[in-house]
């Protein structure tokens, strides 16, 4: 059973910076593309930022500059370091990644979710 958990949301006032972390656990082959996607109230889910294996990164239009995505292949986890954040970027910010729990057949598995508030 593969499960991915997810750490490090929280309130922070604008300008402020947060560090999210995402663990994949449980039996995995291989794991391709890792990322984060984000959900505020009212609306649709919408990418954040995506890592490769290889470590190509991949942006939202709304966070460059400000968000960094990275991962540790080793330790099966991605992060999120978000700075100069903004009151638009309150969302529950949900991992994703594609895993190969045997053979290499991949699935898509998502984390429960973690609440990013940013006061102004």
């Known amino acids: 059973q593969v499960r991915l958990v997810e750490s490090g949301g929280g309130l922070v006032q604008a300008g402020g910076s947060l560090r999210l972390s995402c663990v994949a656990r449980g039996s995995i082959s291989s794991i391709n593309a890792m990322g984060w996607y984000r959900q505020a109230p009212g609306k649709q889910r919408e990418l954040v930022a995506t890592v490769s294996s290889v470590g190509s990164t991949n942006y939202a239009d709304s966070v460059k500059g400000r968000f960094t995505v990275s991962r540790d292949n080793a330790r099966n986890t991605v992060h999120l370091q978000m700075n100069s954040l903004k009151p638009e970027d309150t969302a529950v910010y949900y991992c994703?990644?594609?895993?190969?729990?045997?053979?290499?057949?991949?699935?898509?598995?998502w984390g429960q979710g973690t609440q990013v508030t940013v006061s102004s």
């Open positions: 994703n990644a594609h895993i190969a729990p045997f053979g290499n057949v991949y699935y898509d598995y």
